[in-house]
Nanobody, 118 residues
Framework: QVRLVESGGGLVQAGGSLRLSCAAS????????EGWYRQAPGKQRELVAT???????NYADSVKGRFTISRDNAKNTVYLQMNSLKPEDTAVYYC????????????WGQGTQVTVSS
């Protein structure tokens, strides 16, 4: 069973930066998309950033220009570079990888806490 292991979360002051990593325990083929969601206390999980196998990237309006998603194929790792962090970015961040075969299957990470202090 493939696992996604996240790292890089922590406590940072407003205006600071963090880089989240999401490493797959084994190579995953037939990836159609991967990315990051986040969930703040009392709020629904929301999409932060995605990248597709076709090279398209999408960002939530609230993070455009501040966050960048990228991938290192050799390391089976997807990253989320977060700059100019704001207190409202505080949340648990989850990575996912979507496989598309004859069916769709999503792998999820365990989540990593990001806390931005004002």
């Amino acid at each position: 069973q493939v696992r996604l292991v996240e790292s890089g979360g922590g406590l940072v002051q407003a205006g600071g930066s963090l880089r989240l990593s999401c490493a797959a325990s084994a190579n995953i083929d037939s990836i159609s998309a991967e990315g990051w969601y986040r969930q703040a206390p009392g709020k629904q999980r929301e999409l932060v950033a995605t990248t597709t196998s076709g090279g398209n990237t999408n960002y939530a309006d609230s993070v455009k220009g501040r966050f960048t998603i990228s991938r290192d194929n050799a390391k089976n790792t997807v990253y989320l570079q977060m700059n100019s962090l704001k207190p409202e970015d505080t949340a648990v961040y989850y990575c996912y990888v979507r496989r598309l075969l004859s069916y769709q299957y999503d792998y999820w990470g365990q989540g990593t806490q990001v806390t931005v202090s004002s």
